[in-house]
């Protein structure tokens, strides 16, 4: 089971958060009602701050896609004159991590309501079913939608690898919340708001390091679960890193559920380390963290990657934690003001999933898709096809979601440029740089050579 938990949780970025409500569940344990298509409000409905964004049309800075039309017809499978049914993978169901991106499906579920809420797209109500993959059963699960949805929206899966080739081969298209292996990242007929490339790494951090901190770049370890996914993740940032003037003294497997971290611990202070970075679940850094601070090694930069943005990591850390770097591409929950798009993302997500609510970095790409495919099915009129979609989909080549996160090309399947430094501080996040909004440069991204797979393909 330890071994599951920790191919789930750094696989995925996941956040464990507890169950939305008013959904169905297919394809794991936890059913519960259908959303389907109205929610009942009103088409000018107010948020929880007012309604600004909903009554002038906007999601921050994106005029919305959603609201009444006069689209009629069944067109493709999944729509028919009052409906466009769609699906959103998670893991929910997980043995080993119940709840596992449960957020995702949170974050769906809001987004439909709010889309709804304004007359859906065109007039046709989103019709939105909640598939459970549980992990293992990716490809089931996608074999479901396959049966009835015009589309896959929001989702993703820790095993996404297993289902990618049967997305294709189906006809779906998937506007992903995020993808995980290079199978999916790179398959056909995926989309993604913030693109995970496999052939391209952000280095914006590790830029900054180099200029701030060059001993501890010059002297840098990496550690990695035992785990070919944090084994790959792990060789694309040397890999990366390296190009920007990193050399890595150390890199070392960790078993998953290690219990003695010293001998890492010695080694790294032995090889003269002052950066260290992890490819692995939070859970598994506190421990060494906890050995680093029992050993009295203190490095001189800690470097973490975007799943490490989560409040249970410096609440389980403690003070271990503090002045631990994370670096995000999606605008940070601790902003004051928040973002207007992230904003109506919490407003929606209160409202939909009450008192069980919680806000996930997995949410904000999922609510941004749901973004995406709208504004390309408002794109298509009222003959809403999958071919349209895809022609339209290919035309988005720059898209922040209103400005739920860095802006990216979708439609390239290119990373952003852009990256913010976020610094453990006494129990919780706070901005390290820069001071406001995002930093952007093209030298931020590096291709990398490697040979890390390939995507899924219309060829087989």
Request: with cysteine; glycine share 10%; proline share 4%.
């Amino acid at each position: 089971m330890t071994n599951r938990r920790g191919i789930v949780a750094l696989a995925a970025a996941a956040l464990l958060v507890v169950g939305a409500c008013g959904t169905r569940v297919e394809g794991g344990s936890d059913a519960g009602v259908d959303t389907a298509a109205a929610s009942g409000a009103s088409g000018d409905a107010a948020t929880a701050d007012g309604g600004s964004q909903s009554e002038e049309g906007m999601v921050g800075t994106l005029p919305t896609p959603c609201g009444d039309g006069d689209a009629s017809g069944a067109t493709d499978q999944g729509v028919t004159d009052e409906s466009i049914a769609i699906s959103t993978i998670a893991d929910p169901g997980a043995q080993a991590t119940p709840g596992l991106n449960l957020g995702v499906h949170q974050a769906m579920t809001a987004f439909v309501e709010y889309c709804n809420s304004l007359g859906g797209v065109n007039g046709r109500a989103l019709d939105l079913t909640l598939l459970d993959a549980a992990l293992f059963n990716y490809n089931q699960v996608v074999q479901q939608a396959c049966e009835s949805s015009f589309a896959m929206v929001g989702g993703g899966g820790a095993l996404d690898e297993t289902g990618a080739q049967t997305m294709v081969d189906c006809g779906l298209v998937d506007v992903a919340g995020f993808t995980i292996s290079p199978e999916k990242a790179e398959s056909d007929r995926v989309y993604q708001p913030l693109p995970n490339a496999t052939y391209q790494f952000n280095v914006g951090a590790a830029r900054r390091i180099v200029e701030e901190h060059p001993e501890a770049a010059e002297h840098a370890a990496i550690i990695y679960s035992n785990l070919p996914v944090t084994q790959r993740q792990a060789d694309r940032q040397v890999e990366a890193y390296e190009q920007v003037g990193f050399d890595f003294v150390y890199e070392q497997a960790a078993e998953i559920g290690e219990l003695n971290w010293t001998p890492i611990v010695v080694a790294m202070r032995d090889a003269g380390v002052e950066y260290v970075a992890m490819s692995s679940t939070f859970e598994e850094f506190v421990n060494l963290q906890n050995a680093m601070a029992e050993q009295g090694f203190e490095p001189e930069v800690v470097d973490l990657e975007a799943n490490f943005y989560d409040d249970a990591y410096p609440e389980t850390a403690g003070a271990v934690a503090d002045g631990s770097t994370v670096r995000i591409t999606t605008a940070p929950f601790e902003d004051d003001p928040q973002d207007p798009a992230l904003a109506l993302y919490l407003d929606w997500l209160s409202q939909t999933a009450g008192a069980d609510a919680k806000p996930a970095l997995l949410g904000v790409q999922a609510f941004s898709a749901g973004l995406l495919f709208a504004t390309a099915a408002k794109a298509c009129g009222a003959e809403l096809t999958r071919d349209c979609l895809v022609e339209q989909l290919d035309q988005v080549t720059e898209w922040d979601g209103g400005g739920l996160h860095a802006p990216a090309d979708p439609a390239e399947n290119l990373i952003t440029e852009c990256f913010i430094q976020m610094e453990v501080v006494d129990g919780g996040f706070a901005r390290a740089f820069p001071d406001e909004g995002y930093a952007c440069d093209p030298e931020n991204v590096v291709e990398l050579t490697g040979d890390y797979g390939e995507g899924a393909s219309e060829d087989g």
